[in-house]
Structure formats: C-alpha cells, structure tokens
C-alpha cells in the first residue's frame, strides 16, 4: 500500500496530478480542495495517499490532510459509493461542510453536488450519521447540568442534537432530569 508520496509536481491538469518522486512519475486523482491548496509546478508537496486496486486499474488518489484521506475511507464503504464519488463529494464540499450537512441531515446539499442523486444523498446522511465527528452546526449551549444529562439521553434515545435542543428550549430551568426527558419526549411525539 502506498501512503505517502513526497516529490515534485511535474503536471497538473484537474483532477488529476503528475508528482516525481526520485524519477518515477506517479498519477494522482486529487480532490479540488487539495488541488487548489497544492504548491506550483516543480516545488515539492507531500500527498497522503489512498490506493484503489480495480480488475481494470490501480488508481491512487491523494489528499493534503488525514482528515480528508480518512472522509473519503469512510465515504468508499458505503454501498454504492466508489472512489470517483467520493472524489466527487469531496471536491463539492469540505470535510467540515460535509459534517455539517450530514448533522443537520440536509439532502439539498449533497444532491448540488455532480453525480450525487436524491436516494445517494439519503443513503449518505444515514450511513454518515454519527460517524463525521460532533455536530459543527450549531454550539450547544445548556443552562445546567440537568439540561446536560436531558440532552445527552434525548440523543441516546436516536434524537437528533437539533431535536434535542429543539425539545430542551421548552422545558422549564429547574426541572429534573426524569421529568425533563419525559417533556421533552412528550414534546417530540
């Protein structure tokens, strides 16, 4: 497996990359986000990288951070999203967007970018869920440690952060935890 490259860029022509490394030229799919942010030609960059072995072809795609080598892992384990979508995916949007959308659970996103369908973008924010990092939407703040432990059994329970929050907004500031989790659920029903 190849993980690293480090050499010169000897072309660019979008998506893909030309890098010398000590002679030997080796082709590498990048996603937009990486392509803009790489030196120009004939400095030195340093790619990690992610090896696809097809019937028909070995293909190496290449990324500038861990972050987005290891968004597009996961994004090439869900069914029916290979490499060249998950490319797709992470040149439309960036990692944090990505995280964002998938916490939030906005479809109409991931639909805008090219070869992303509705039921693709649906299968994305179920698989995805959970598995990006913490909600970047929106800063939750709670008033008390009662609120802490209501929100964090409300999203045990399989409700969103948003719901959850949604549901802690209407319950009274001294309320207790098993009374607070029972009004928020009835809140949510």
């Given amino acids: 497996m190849i993980g690293r ?14 890098i ?5 030229g080796y082709e590498v799919d990048v996603p937009m986000s990486t392509f803009f942010n790489l030196p120009a030609l004939g400095e030195r960059a340093s790619l990690l990288t992610h090896l696809s072995i097809r019937e028909d072809a070995h293909v190496l795609f ?17 069914s029916g999203v290979g490499p060249k979508m998950a490319l797709s995916l992470l040149s439309g949007l960036s990692v944090p967007e990505l995280a964002q959308a998938v916490s939030r659970q906005e479809a109409g996103r991931l639909v ?3 070869g992303i369908g509705k039921k693709t973008a649906e299968r994305l924010l179920l698989e995805l869920k959970g598995k990006l990092g913490p909600d970047l939407a929106q800063p939750v703040t ?3 440690d009662a609120q802490a432990d209501i929100l964090q ?6 409700y969103s952060e948003k719901e ?6 209407t319950l009274p500031p001294d309320v207790s ?13």
């Fill in 153 to 158: 059994a409300l999203v045990a329970l399989g």
């Fill in 142 to 144: 709670v008033a008390n």
């Fill in 112 to 114: 805008k970018v090219p």
């Fill in 164 to 169: 959850a929050v949604a549901a802690l907004k």
């Fill in 5 to 18: 490259l480090t050499g010169v860029i000897a072309e660019k022509s979008p998506p893909q990359i030309l």
């Fill in 177 to 189: 935890v098993s009374d607070g989790i029972k009004l928020a659920m009835k809140h949510l029903s």
């Fill in 20 to 24: 010398d490394v000590q002679g030997v």
């Fill in 62 to 78: 290449g990324f500038l951070t861990a972050e987005e080598r290891n968004t597009f892992r996961l994004l090439i384990k869900i």
